[in-house]
């Protein structure tokens, strides 16, 4: 399996971008997918996950209302869209496949991830 993300950058607070990650897998209509982010010197904080269909989906509170998650099953593709980012927002983002079984409550477990893609926010 290979996840591979792209549109990480530079950018100043207030901006927009939209983060995407196209998967290997051929089966990656059946995945629950989705982004966790990396601060160096802090802890890996789960973003959102979306459901195999596209239907479902969860965010942590830290981004609710800026980000937003969705799915091309055809393009076996992720994107991650981010608004009003802000310098705390700064970290490497990474795609991750969570296995088969959605949870209404939780992401679960990230059981593969990509390399990741870095964003930084200026002030």
């Known amino acids: 399996l290979q996840l591979v993300e792209s549109g990480g950058g530079l950018v100043q607070a207030g901006s927009s971008m939209r983060l995407a990650c196209t998967s290997s897998?051929?089966?990656?209509?059946?995945?629950?997918i989705g982004w966790f982010r990396q601060a160096p010197g802090r802890e890996r904080e789960g973003i959102s996950c979306?459901?195999?269909?596209?239907?479902?989906?969860i965010y942590a509170d830290s981004v609710k209302g800026r980000f937003t998650i969705s799915r091309d099953n055809d393009r076996r593709t992720v994107y991650l869209q981010i608004n009003s980012l802000q310098p705390e927002d700064t970290a490497t983002y990474y795609c991750?496949?969570?296995?088969?079984?959605?949870?209404?409550?939780?992401?679960?477990?990230?059981?593969?991830w990509g390399q990741g893609t870095q964003v930084t926010v200026s002030s």
């Open positions: 991750a496949e969570y296995g088969t079984i959605w949870d209404d409550n939780r992401c679960d477990t990230a059981r593969s």
């Open positions: 979306v459901s195999p269909s596209g239907r479902y989906t």
């Open positions: 897998r051929s089966t990656f209509f059946y995945y629950v």
